[in-house]
């Protein structure tokens, strides 16, 4: 019963510019329900719309008309909340959120319990218009999920980077690997007596478009795409000059 992505993503464009006008804050919230295959493969499909739709109506109470709530993906929903006053704590309500997760869902007698991870991105602060707020907002959430979900996390202009990264060098990344861009540069070991004892290989990615880039660019959207195994195998079958 709840609105898709399209939908929230157009309320999300009149919230801003809503408060372009008056100077104020738009929060995007995405919170995903951890494991839940977990919940589908031991319960059953019917058990797992059971506790979306609980959770559907919990999260509708809590924003209690002041926000709008949408239905994303299969265990994943969107919140767009105009702050309502100065005081507002955006972290405090991504807590209250992640406890809505947190409570049990009763299914006749049994309980069912599941966990959420939640991440938050804020106008002005971090973006600038829906799309880029709603990646965000789903980039803190992984970052949740990583330091080891049932948490909060609030998006960061640190984090900007990494998920600018993610976003235009992972999907060319594969191709880069197949058609030989990637180069080893080896940087000798030396102990203290200045004698040479070994070797390090540094991997780099000679980008047509972007240019020479280091692995703390690429590395880590490696490992999310999980490209990271051929790249070790590239450097292991590479043989020095």
Known sequence: GLPRFVVIEE???????????RGGRVLVYYMDIDLFHTVNETRGRAVGDHVLRTLAERLVELIDGHGRLAHVAGDEFAIVLEETHDGFDAAKFGEAIRAAGEKPVM??????????SVGVSAYPHNGRNPLELLRQAEAAMM??????RNSVCEF??????????????GPQL???????QLTLHYQPLVDRDWRVFGFEALVRWQSPGVGILSPDRFLRVAEEFGLIVDIDTFVLETRSE
């Not at 299914?107 to 959420?116: A, H, L, N, S, W």
């Not at 970052?143 to 080891?148: N, V």
């Not at 594969?174 to 030989?180: E, K, T």
């Open 11 to 21: 309320h999300l464009q009149f919230a801003l510019a809503e408060a372009a006008l």
């Open 107 to 116: 299914d006749g007698q049994e309980k069912i319990y599941v966990t959420c």
């Open 143 to 148: 970052h949740a999920k990583h330091a080891g």
């Open 156 to 169: 960061s202009n640190d984090q900007k980077q990494r998920l600018q990264d993610r976003i235009s060098l």
């Open 174 to 180: 594969r191709d880069a690997i197949a058609d030989g």
